[in-house]
């Protein structure tokens, strides 16, 4: 086999070349990937505060070790290497969402201990129009009746931007199941809208109002 | 608590943006790849691709890996 040891850019290895010297888990292109995706970690993490020079090796290791995991979900339809930093994005993503997480409960988060947000009631807002108003209303309407207890959980959640990881986690679940949860959730809300007398073309509308304000 | 305003129409978008099929976070994952080669081309997105736009728009989580992707990719590749 030719050597590999000259550096031959991400761009010029096929696919299936790719594919099959990471199956062999050949030592030169692991460690081609692993440069590569070092380097495309340091332009999406590098400007961070809380991301060191050490963090950014530690992070194409852990990257390139889950690429080559998860190979046979390769779908291919893009580069390989275009799939592998999505790859690699989400697991140093994660990593640092577990990092700042301050392991707070998601009832401590919910009751809003922290002071940051300002609750405030949708309902008599004098910065909304009339129309709005009603909507905002019925969505919390809907929020508060349509939805199981464990629904309205993951929804307060996700707007106070607690890591999905972490919902999962807290609520006893997997990453699967809680997108399953969170998308029925969306569908009962929209739904509950409808029939409040909302329609689809109503919430654009109002929305297309909210992104001019 | 009671969400705040800015909450809840956050919530109005996400929920204004809902399918009744998507995507989950792992076939994003699978071809965000493709949607991300694909937005550097002149011409409309290929209806395969559609569903990783929509779970762009109600996945915020993704939506904030995609932004860190494309950095990646900003000057070409790494
Ligand atoms: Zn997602």
């Known amino acids: 086999m030719a050597s590999l040891s000259t550096h031959r850019p991400g761009s010029e290895r096929s696919n299936e070349e790719w594919l099959r010297t990471l199956e062999a888990r050949d030592p030169d292109v692991v460690s081609d990937l692993r440069d590569y995706l070092r380097r495309g970690l340091a332009r999406s993490f590098g400007q961070r505060d809380d991301v060191t020079d050490g963090d950014l090796d530690d992070f194409a290791q852990d990257a390139t070790v889950r690429v080559i995991d998860k190979l046979e979900t390769f779908a291919g339809n893009s580069k390989f290497t275009t799939w592998a930093m999505a790859v690699a994005v989400r697991v140093v993503l994660n990593q640092l969402r577990r990092r700042n997480w301050t392991h707070r409960s998601l009832e401590e988060v919910l009751e809003g201990s922290s002071g940051e947000l300002e609750p405030r009631s949708v309902a008599g807002d004098p910065g909304l129009g009339v129309e709005r108003q009603d909507l905002l209303a019925a969505l919390n309407e809907a929020v508060e009746n349509a939805l199981t207890e464990r629904q309205r959980t993951l929804i307060r959640a996700e707007l106070a931007g607690v890591p999905n990881e972490e919902i999962a986690r807290q609520m006893e679940t997997n990453a699967n199941a809680l997108y399953k949860l969170y998308h029925d959730a969306r569908r009962k809300l929209r739904q509950a809208l409808n029939e409040a007398g909302f329609s689809d073309e109503d919430v654009r509308a109002e929305l297309a109002g909210v992104s001019e304000e | ?78």
């Open chain 2, 1 to 78: 608590m009671e969400p705040t305003r800015e909450q809840m129409k956050e919530l109005l978008r996400l929920v204004s943006a809902t399918r009744s099929e998507e995507f989950d976070c792992d076939q994003f994952l699978s071809n965000v790849g493709a949607f991300l080669e694909c937005t550097g081309k002149r011409g409309d997105l290929p209806p395969e691709l559609e569903a990783v736009r929509q779970h762009l728009e109600v996945c915020p989580a993704c939506q904030e890996e995609f932004e860190l992707l494309v950095q990646a990719f900003k000057d070409g590749e790494p």
